[in-house]
């Protein structure tokens, strides 16, 4: 499948233009090829939208929308609309100068960006996981502290568990020890 974009070609009359190859009779090759031309010009108008599923006309305002909130509302209730939305808006914020760059300088700048984007991410990751390392470390402790003997307010005190906390530990290792 082949898809060309327009946003205001001479081709075709309506939203999707679906072409085959064809030999000089009129027959069709027996290749699976299809050509799509698509005008972005004609997806304001119902004319030429009503015969389209709604899934895919959203996908395809996505290439002539400029407001973000836009953008953001036609996103609601499909994830992956939301992802490639969610990269668009991350993009578009960068100041690229368009034009400036050979291929290389421009593969480089874009891996470059993807890279300092995960970089953020995964700092985020880290901070949860540490995050949730640190009160799994309270846990075990106050559990160590508990098989010890040692009086609930100390153990609240050392570890900075909640009274909640410690009383669902005891709960379950109370279980435990049956």
Do not use: C
Request: charged fraction near 35%; glycine fraction near 6%; aromatic fraction near 6%.
């Amino acid at each position: 499948m082949l898809l060309n974009f327009d946003f205001n070609g001479k081709v075709g009359d309506k939203l999707i233009n679906k072409y085959t190859l064809k030999d000089n009779k009129g027959k069709e090759y027996p290749i699976d090829i299809e050509i799509y031309h698509i005008k972005l010009d004609k997806l304001q108008s119902k004319k030429y939208t009503k015969s389209v599923k709604e899934e895919i006309l959203k996908y395809l305002k996505i290439m002539i929308l400029e407001d973000e909130e836009e953008l953001i509302k036609i996103s609601r209730g499909d994830d992956i609309l939301k992802d490639v939305i969610r990269e668009m808006i991350h993009y578009d914020a960068m100041d690229i100068p368009y034009g400036y760059r050979d291929v290389d300088e421009e593969h480089e700048w874009m891996m470059n960006s993807i890279r300092d984007r995960h970089k953020e991410e995964l700092k985020e990751e880290l901070k949860k996981g540490v995050k949730k390392g640190a009160q799994t470390e309270k846990i075990n402790n106050a559990r160590n502290l508990l098989n010890l003997g040692v009086q609930p307010e100390i153990i609240l005190k050392a570890t900075g568990l909640t009274n909640k906390q410690l009383n669902k530990l005891k709960t379950n290792q109370a279980n435990i020890n049956v």
